[in-house]
């Protein structure tokens, strides 16, 4: 496709590791699906998802995480109605497949078998061209998936839903002046972003989660508020979910509200960001304080309601949790469903027990327990949606100080120890998203956001005495560039584990700020304790 010759050295270096890697055998299911498309994949060794599953009875749909949900349906009715295309030239990728790997699709275990064999059905079914019920299936499938390109960036807002939503558009007959195919291909098109010498295609975008942190960390600094952060929270407030959306099927009775990570996606606001949200409104005072006091006690609401059964907080679901879901062929993206994670609950504690509640409440008392039932053997907690236990570790630890419960106490200085036993000796922490792949901690170059995540957790954990704060607190200072911004070029945000990273640009920026101002705070409340501040501090506040 870019016109390199097979033999071209960078060509064959690519091949040499594709092979290494176990060739396109080890392909994940979209991957394979896709290249069956171009006859480049046998389709008989992808795996099958039939719209069908839009009428099996009990919500099955809804027990799949809302991201597979907006993947899937769409390419239920591309699969159903796409005719193999040979790519033009027949280009062939032969020399790609291992000689010593089978095809067929991956089985992991007894369980994953059955589903395997139920693949099969599939395709038997689909020989059979039942064309009455397959009709009825694609019908409902197109429903779904327009009725939720409404209020919002594309479907579910990110890439891989709205390429395969215009992908069934195409398929369905839609002309490209049709309004709803000729927005898809306005929000495809808007994510990405070039360049004379470069093109990043980017996931989805997080203008809502960006604005939320930094004027967040603003906020900390205790300074007399600016006029921008009006701005913000005015802003914030007129991007409130007031619609239902998929989370409903399990809260049929909760007042809509929370916020999204996008500009618009209507039916999925979710639960970090509205947190986020409800700590930044804390600080920033928007124009009306009436409407910003009923939208925060709407999100308030919303998120008690949105707990699960556990006791913590997923992203977009509750109880999300039907394990055996994660054993059908197409489940291999590592994220077919939506559990509960330390590091959501953390900030949701923090974001609920800064507005007054305690460890008296209920919800409070079960996110809690969760905390501490999740806990690590060696004091730290997993990240979800960050790498890794660092992240865990810091929204755990400021939940746990947030909900100022006794019980805690034991775990908070568990959490404390393990984030000094991973300091880097040059005073900073990082660390590698290999850590996902091996289950611990994998050490690596000290990055601004994972030091501000280290020190948030050590700060909340009342160890701002000891040498690993004052060491991360120079560290950041000494890193500092002349504009007052950090350099990293470690990935530190988490899509899927061991699928896919994502670069937050800006987290190298917010997050250190809001460390050093959780820092001076810290200080001013300290009349006992002092440090000599690096020359770098007045440029940082300024």
């Given at each position: 496709m870019t016109g390199l010759d097979v033999d071209d050295e960078r060509m064959k270096r690519a091949r040499s590791l594709i092979l290494k890697m176990g060739g396109i055998q080890a392909c994940n299911s979209y991957t394979r699906i896709n290249l069956s498309m171009f006859e480049l994949f046998p389709r008989k060794f992808s795996p099958t998802i039939p719209p069908e599953i839009l009428l099996i009875p009990g919500n099955v749909l809804y027990e799949m995480s809302s991201w597979t949900r907006t993947i899937i349906v769409p390419l239920s009715i591309v699969q159903a109605l796409w005719s193999n295309r040979p790519t033009p030239g027949n280009l062939r990728i032969d020399e790609l497949f291992h000689p010593r790997r089978r095809l067929a699709l991956h089985r992991r275990d007894r369980i994953a078998n059955v589903f395997v064999q139920a693949d099969k059905l599939f395709k038997r079914w689909e020989r059979q061209n039942v064309k009455k019920i397959r009709g009825r299936a694609i019908r409902e499938a197109e429903r779904w998936m327009i009725s939720r390109l409404y209020h919002s960036d594309g479907l579910g807002a990110i890439y891989p839903s709205i390429m395969y939503s215009i992908m069934a558009m195409d398929l369905l007959g839609y002309e490209r002046d049709q309004p709803d195919l000729a927005q898809a291909i306005r929000d495809f098109d808007g994510l990405m972003i070039e360049s004379d010498d470069r093109l990043i295609f980017q996931p989805c975008k997080s203008p809502v989660w960006d604005t939320a942190i930094a004027t967040f960390a603003i906020g900390e600094l205790g300074l007399p508020q600016p006029a921008p952060l009006t701005r913000a929270a005015?802003?914030?407030?007129?991007?409130?979910?007031?619609?239902?959306?998929?989370?409903?099927?399990?809260?049929?009775?909760?007042?809509?509200?929370?916020?999204?990570?996008?500009?618009?996606?209507?039916?999925?606001?979710?639960?970090?960001?509205?947190?986020?949200?409800?700590?930044?409104?804390?600080?920033?005072?928007?124009?009306?304080?009436?409407?910003?006091?009923?939208?925060?006690?709407?999100?308030?609401?919303?998120?008690?309601?949105?707990?699960?059964?556990?006791?913590?907080?997923?992203?977009?679901?509750?109880?999300?949790?039907?394990?055996?879901?994660?054993?059908?062929?197409?489940?291999?993206?590592?994220?077919?469903?939506?559990?509960?994670?330390?590091?959501?609950?953390?900030?949701?504690?923090?974001?609920?027990?800064?507005?007054?509640?305690?460890?008296?409440?209920?919800?409070?008392?079960r996110g809690i327990q969760y905390l501490l039932a999740c806990q690590q053997p060696n004091g730290s907690w997993f990240g979800r949606w960050g790498v890794n236990y660092?992240?865990?570790?810091?929204?755990?630890?400021?939940?746990?100080?947030?909900?100022?419960?006794?019980?805690?106490?034991?775990?908070?200085?568990?959490?404390?120890?393990?984030?000094?036993?991973?300091?880097?000796?040059?005073?900073?922490?990082?660390?590698?998203?290999?850590?996902?792949?091996?289950?611990?901690?994998?050490?690596?170059?000290?990055?601004?956001?994972?030091?501000?995540?280290?020190?948030?957790?050590?700060?909340?954990?009342?160890?701002?005495?000891?040498?690993?704060?004052?060491?991360?607190?120079?560290?950041?200072?000494?890193?500092?560039?002349?504009?007052?911004?950090?350099?990293?070029?470690?990935?530190?945000?988490?899509?899927?584990?061991?699928?896919?990273?994502?670069?937050?640009?800006?987290?190298?920026?917010?997050?250190?700020?809001?460390?050093?101002?959780?820092?001076?705070?810290?200080?001013?409340?300290?009349?006992?304790?002092?440090?000599?501040?690096?020359?770098?501090?007045?440029?940082?506040?300024?």
């Open positions: 005015d802003w914030l407030l007129d991007k409130e979910i007031r619609r239902k959306g998929d989370w409903a099927e399990k809260r049929l009775d909760l007042t809509p509200s929370g916020w999204v990570f996008e500009f618009a996606n209507q039916f999925y606001p979710d639960i970090d960001d509205t947190a986020m949200v409800l700590l930044t409104l804390l600080h920033a005072k928007a124009s009306d304080p009436a409407r910003q006091a009923q939208a925060e006690k709407r999100a308030v609401n919303w998120l008690l309601g949105m707990q699960s059964t556990d006791g913590g907080w997923a992203a977009f679901d509750v109880d999300n949790n039907w394990q055996l879901l994660n054993q059908v062929p197409f489940a291999d993206h590592n994220a077919m469903l939506d559990p509960t994670c330390p590091d959501i609950t953390g900030r949701v504690l923090e974001a609920l027990c800064r507005r007054g509640f305690n460890a008296t409440h209920p919800a409070i008392e660092v992240y865990g570790t810091f929204l755990a630890l400021r939940g746990l100080n947030a909900a100022q419960s006794p019980a805690a106490a034991e775990a908070i200085t568990r959490g404390e120890r393990w984030l000094r036993e991973v300091q880097n000796p040059d005073g900073g922490w990082g660390e590698s998203c290999l850590g996902y792949s091996t289950g611990q901690f994998e050490r690596t170059s000290s990055t601004p956001t994972q030091t501000a995540w280290a020190l948030l957790g050590l700060i909340a954990s009342g160890a701002i005495r000891g040498n690993a704060v004052a060491d991360g607190v120079r560290w950041l200072c000494d890193h500092q560039l002349p504009d007052g911004t950090w350099e990293e070029n470690i990935t530190t945000g988490t899509g899927f584990p061991q699928v896919f990273y994502i670069r937050y640009d800006l987290y190298r920026n917010y997050f250190p700020l809001l460390a050093l101002a959780a820092y001076t705070r810290q200080l001013q409340s300290s009349s006992a304790y002092s440090i000599e501040w690096p020359q770098a501090q007045p440029a940082l506040l300024a």
